[in-house]
């Protein structure tokens, strides 16, 4: 499997991302989606999750500021992030199912 996720960039606080992940050799639509981030220093940790059915779910941090939603027929998993904050600053990165595949991710950066 293959993930190409883009999107990322410096944005100042309040402001607004859309990242993207295209994904290359798997059955994309009976996947549940994921994205997660990792901050400098951190561990690793779940953002927002997709079911292959459309249910949503976010972690709290995020709740209300961001958007998961997902494109079938393109295999792009999509992360819409809105009034972000110095907390969200981070390498974010898709994840398929429960496979083991991370890919390159990529960099949001917020400044105040």
């Known amino acids: 499997v293959q993930l190409q996720a883009s999107g990322g960039g410096l944005v100042e606080a309040g402001g607004s991302l859309r990242l993207s992940c295209k994904v290359i050799g798997v059955n994309f639509r009976i996947y549940d989606m994921s994205w997660y981030r990792q901050a400098p220093g951190k561990e690793r940790e779940l953002v927002a999750t997709i079911t292959s059915g459309g249910t949503t779910n976010y972690a709290d941090s995020v709740q209300g500021r961001f958007a998961i939603s997902r494109d079938n027929v393109r295999r792009t998993l999509y992360l819409q992030m809105n009034s972000l904050v110095l907390e969200d600053t981070a390498v974010y990165y898709c994840?398929?199912?429960?496979?083991?595949?991370w890919g390159q991710g990529t960099q949001v950066t917020v400044s105040s």
């Open positions: 994840k398929v199912g429960g496979l083991q595949a």
